[in-house]
């Protein structure tokens, strides 16, 4: 996994997928975005992301279907951003994989804190290489943060 997260963004509105790529990129991260899903199918291939900022009223496929695929491969923090700000169209996107379901205008420096701390949990999840020797583990730690809480078990001194 990469030490900083690559994000891709699917959203319609031109103006707003400029500016969430231009404020992302002076944060840092690596970004690419697309008008559609079709279009972000095609480029995926090309230019890996780990997370993904999806708008769920998009031309063609919509915004629920991509959640719910890219969840099913397991390897993509997921984010949506969308005007549909009804429980049930909440439900139905964290119920279909979404990690965050982030309803427009979005605060674009709490955007960024979400994006951190999504980037963080998949850093903490992710099956860590093994090196071919058996390490003993002694205890343990949890990190409780804002939104989320993880257990880091430690090597024995």
């Known amino acids: 996994m990469t030490s900083t997260a690559r994000i891709a963004i699917i959203e319609d509105n031109e103006d707003l997928l ?3 790529m231009f404020f992302l990129q002076s944060r840092g991260y690596p970004v690419w975005g697309k008008r559609s899903a079709e279009a972000f199918w095609k480029h995926l291939h090309r230019h ?37 700000g009804g429980m049930h169209d909440k439900l139905r996107g964290l119920n279909l994989g979404a990690d965050q379901y982030l309803v427009k205008p979005v605060n674009f420096a709490d955007l960024a804190e979400q994006i951190s701390a999504l980037w963080a949990r998949m850093q903490l999840n992710a099956t860590p290489e093994l090196s071919g020797v058996d390490t003993p583990y002694c205890g343990s730690l949890t990190i409780t943060a804002r939104n989320w809480s993880a257990l880091m078990v430690l090597p024995c001194p």
């Open 18 to 20: 400029e500016e969430l």
């Open 48 to 84: 890996p992301a780990d997370i993904v900022l999806i708008d769920i009223g998009l031309p063609g496929e919509d915004g629920f279907s991509v959640v719910e695929y890219l969840k099913s491969l397991g390897r993509y923090g997921l984010v949506v951003l969308t005007a549909r």
